[in-house]
């Protein structure tokens, strides 16, 4: 199996930093292929705690090598924080850190179109972006003529593009902001040189460096990020990122045909989060929210920003985990609803009375939706301490059988805390009882 991808399939802060730590001492190489600051990955090693933001999972494994691949949309400022911090603290990235020259970055002008754009949009709800300037670096990758790759900061007529760049943006701001912003296109020049100045040592060509790799059958695990409701095309649109966060943007982001990706995890946190904006079905907006909150410590781990919390979406997993072609689930969380007397699935939807089983195309729906729930008992005891599937109270097995059973994929690990040692292993999914897809051809 040398290709494995970790995908979240909800909407984001699923638990995939410690997934990708648990798997990456098992692979040669761990790819970051989307998003950028945007993310923020926890791994826990005993009494330390690393947040990665651009920097693949893998970092914290010696013999691990490290990509940050063409779909990223990077800051190199904060990029080059992350390096340092974790120099600080003994893990040195050269030799084993790789930056694609195709990636795409961000500057100053990204960073205050965010801001001003979701500032200007007041009429209905809002996106609740993480002001990273993800959105505007993809809209210009996409518009390509004010775009600039990381590869391009080496180029003789760089001051020329990125003044030249800085002068339209400026006019383009001004009028959105309805005063004058003025970017200094020679300082940013100056800031954006020195800054590849001391990237330069990891710059490559990491396209090369993948597909020399997958022939020579290495094993590589691609780190997702965000989660498959976040993605831009297959998610729940307008209030997603900006690029392809499910399964299905793994080979475009890294560069790597999808054959060569063999085995998929998704990551499902036991119950559901999300930040920002947007309809969220199961959402608790009440004390039992409020303990799931605080249990989960679900503070934003890029913004602070407190997660909205819920129930468990399988209607919303069954379709992120069909759509990322995901072999096996990773339940994270399971500890945290340790406190509750009963929990609630949400196993369809209803809709203007009728029964929806599959998850709908537009927002407007999702928002219209009365979740229908299957009420499972909890159980009122700890388990962070528990390390073995059978020793899990016998309710905890029955949700996890339940879930496995709704969303159609066995199940390969449980985690039952933050620490690497917090994790149930089961093998061949044994939880599973999972009914396969349904054979029957209904397009
Ligand atoms: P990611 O973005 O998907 O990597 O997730 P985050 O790092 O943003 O958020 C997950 C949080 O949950 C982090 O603080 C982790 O340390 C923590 N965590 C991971 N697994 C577990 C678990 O099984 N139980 C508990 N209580 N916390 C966990
Ligand atoms: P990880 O990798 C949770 C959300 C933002 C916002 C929407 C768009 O840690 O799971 P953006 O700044 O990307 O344009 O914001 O997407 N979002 C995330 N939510 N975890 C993330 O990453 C996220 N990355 C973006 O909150 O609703
Ligand atoms: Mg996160």
């Not at 072999?327 to 007397?341: C, K, N, T």
């Amino acid at each position: 199996m040398p290709g494995t991808s970790v995908i979240g399939l909800q909407w984001g802060d699923e638990a995939k930093g410690k997934l990708v730590d648990l798997l990456a001492g098992e692979h040669q190489i761990v790819v970051r292929y989307l998003g950028g600051a945007n993310a923020g990955h926890t791994v826990r090693v005993g009494a330390s705690t690393y947040t990665l933001h651009h920097i693949p999972s893998g970092i914290l494994y010696e013999g691990v090598q490290n990509i940050i691949a063409t779909g990223v949309v990077l800051n190199p400022k904060t990029l080059l924080e992350e390096i340092r911090q974790l120099a600080s603290r003994g893990v040195h990235c050269e030799g084993r850190l790789w930056i694609s020259d195709r990636a795409h970055v961000v500057f100053p002008w990204h960073l205050e179109e965010d801001r001003l754009i979701n500032e200007a949009m007041v009429v209905g709800e809002k996106l609740g972006v993480t002001l990273r300037g993800i959105g505007p670096c993809y809209r210009d990758k996409v518009g390509r003529t004010m775009a600039v790759r990381l590869g391009d900061l080496y180029r003789p007529a760089l001051r020329e593009r990125i003044v030249e760049i800085a002068r339209v943006k400026s006019r383009m701001l001004s009028g959105w902001a309805g005063r004058p912003v003025e970017l200094d296109g020679d300082r940013i020049y100056e800031e954006y040189r020195g800054y590849a100045e001391q990237l330069a040592p990891f710059v490559r060509d990491t396209n090369a460096f993948l597909l020399d790799a997958v022939e020579q059958d290495c094993r590589i695990l691609y780190e997702g990020a965000q989660g498959a409701l976040l993605d831009v095309d297959h998610g729940t649109f307008p209030f997603v990122t900006g690029s392809n966060s499910s399964g299905v943007g793994v080979s475009a982001g890294a560069g790597v045909p999808a054959r060569w990706i063999h085995k998929t995890y998704g990551v499902v946190k036991a119950y559901s989060t999300r930040v920002g904006g947007g309809p969220f079905p199961t959402e608790l907006e009440n004390e039992l929210g409020q303990l799931i909150r605080e249990r989960g410590r679900e503070y934003g781990t890029t913004t602070g920003r407190p997660r909205r919390c819920g129930w468990l979406d399988v209607v919303a997993v069954r379709y992120t985990a069909r759509l990322s072609g995901v072999d096996v689930l990773a339940v994270m969380m399971l500890d945290v609803l340790s406190a509750l007397d009963e929990l609630k699935i949400c196993v369809a939807y209803e809709l203007d009375g009728r029964r929806l089983e599959h998850f709908p195309s537009h927002v407007d729906d999702l928002r219209r939706v009365q979740p229908v729930y299957e009420t499972v008992p909890g159980w009122r005891c700890e388990i962070s301490d528990v390390r073995s599937y059978e020793a899990l109270p016998l309710e905890a097995r029955r949700y996890l059988e339940r879930i496995s059973q709704w969303v159609g994929r066995p199940i390969a690990l449980v985690s039952v805390g933050p620490e690497r040692n917090q994790t149930i292993f089961l093998e061949n999914g044994q939880s599973g009882h999972a009914q396969p897809a349904s054979s029957r051809c209904t397009a």
